[in-house]
């Protein structure tokens, strides 16, 4: 039994989270109201209630939810990237951004960053950190996973080229949710052109 009510709980928190996003998406996070993401969830407030305290812990929930699954995505690409340093790191970061509207669109993302910034000690800012963290992480890893194949000079601080890659594809992809005209294929055709002299300045002697 007790595996049977932790599986309803989690149904009924898949349900809620995705209520909401599809609603956030449709009218607008600010619009939607904690009754219609009930609604639609097919619970109660009050069981909404039991899950989220309000929106913007949902917003954090989907979040989390959006990068836990690009990470999962990522991993399989550490383990075993592709030869040369311009191509591991195109793949890796177009795992990411082609995951990056599933569950957000571009006013989500953009109100997760903001709410980021302007509440820095509260629990939404340091999990949208900490998350921030583990894909500069496994960019890192990625540089490193190279740098043990000859992919990447040895000797280089594999660590910081990864935060270097990082930092990059981040700025351009607040770039990205600021203008709500710019598309996918134009983020991606960008940081594609920054990324290529990155990998030709890092390359080892076996991709050289």
Same mark, same amino acid.
């Given at each position: 039994?007790?595996?049977?009510?932790?599986?309803?709980?989690a149904?009924?928190?898949?349900?809620?989270l995705? +209520?909401?996003?599809s609603?956030?998406?449709?009218?607008?996070?600010?619009?939607?109201?904690i009754e219609d993401?009930a609604?639609?969830?097919?619970?109660?407030?009050?069981?909404?209630?039991?899950?989220?305290?309000?929106k913007?812990?949902?917003l954090? +929930?989907?979040?989390?939810?959006?990068?836990?699954?690009?990470?999962?995505?990522?991993?399989?690409i550490?383990?075993?990237? #592709?030869?040369?340093p311009?191509?591991?790191l &195109? +793949?890796?970061?177009? &795992?990411?951004?082609?995951?990056?509207l599933?569950y957000l669109?571009?006013?989500?993302?953009?109100?997760a960053?903001?709410?980021?910034?302007?509440?820095p000690?509260? #629990?939404?800012s340091?999990?949208?950190?900490?998350l921030d963290?583990?894909?500069?992480?496994?960019?890192?890893?990625?540089?490193?996973?190279?740098?043990?194949r000859?992919?990447?000079?040895?000797?280089?601080d594999?660590?910081?080229?990864? &935060?270097?890659a990082?930092?990059?594809?981040?700025?351009m992809f607040i770039?990205?949710?600021?203008?709500?005209a710019?598309?996918l294929?134009?983020?991606?055709?960008?940081?594609t052109?920054?990324?290529?002299?990155?990998?030709?300045l890092?390359?080892? #002697?076996?991709?050289?």
């Amino acid at each position: 039994m007790t595996g049977l009510r932790a599986k309803q709980k989690a149904d009924r928190n898949r349900r809620i989270l995705e +209520a909401a996003t599809s609603l956030f998406r449709e009218v607008g996070y600010d619009s939607a109201r904690i009754e219609d993401i009930a609604e639609r969830a097919e619970v109660s407030v009050g069981t909404f209630y039991n899950y989220y305290e309000n929106k913007g812990d949902i917003l954090v +929930a989907a979040v989390s939810m959006e990068v836990e699954e690009v990470l999962q995505s990522g991993k399989a690409i550490v383990e075993n990237p #592709p030869p040369g340093p311009f191509e591991a790191l &195109q +793949a890796l970061i177009d &795992q990411y951004f082609d995951h990056s509207l599933v569950y957000l669109n571009k006013e989500m993302w953009r109100t997760a960053m903001a709410t980021s910034i302007q509440q820095p000690e509260s #629990p939404f800012s340091r999990r949208y950190t900490e998350l921030d963290k583990r894909l500069c992480d496994q960019v890192s890893m990625l540089v490193q996973k190279l740098q043990l194949r000859g992919a990447v000079t040895p000797g280089l601080d594999a660590a910081a080229v990864g &935060q270097m890659a990082f930092n990059n594809l981040n700025m351009m992809f607040i770039e990205f949710v600021k203008d709500e005209a710019m598309t996918l294929e134009t983020l991606k055709e960008r940081v594609t052109r920054q990324n290529r002299p990155l990998a030709l300045l890092i390359s080892g #002697p076996r991709t050289q």
